[in-house]
């Protein structure tokens, strides 16, 4: 079987923890604010992890800060 590199999907270690405690925490809607309580990110890390998750389909912005 052919190994197709352009469809596989990469985390890095900062997308595996936002989605594992999301995961943990039974959360499937979690907005800025309860993303900024669970985790130390500054605005700039945390904008761009959403845009990466987002970006792989794992994230979908429903309004302006929830996901």
Known sequence: MKNNN???KYLG???TEVISRL???K???VTTEQFDKMF???VG???QIF??????GILKSITKGIY
């Open 51 to 56: 845009f990466r998750l987002k970006r792989k």
């Open 13 to 15: 270690p900062k997308e």
């Open 27 to 29: 959360l499937s809607i």
């Open 40 to 42: 130390a990110f500054n």
């Open 45 to 47: 890390l945390r904008k």
């Open 23 to 25: 995961s943990y925490e």
């Open 6 to 8: 352009a469809t596989r």
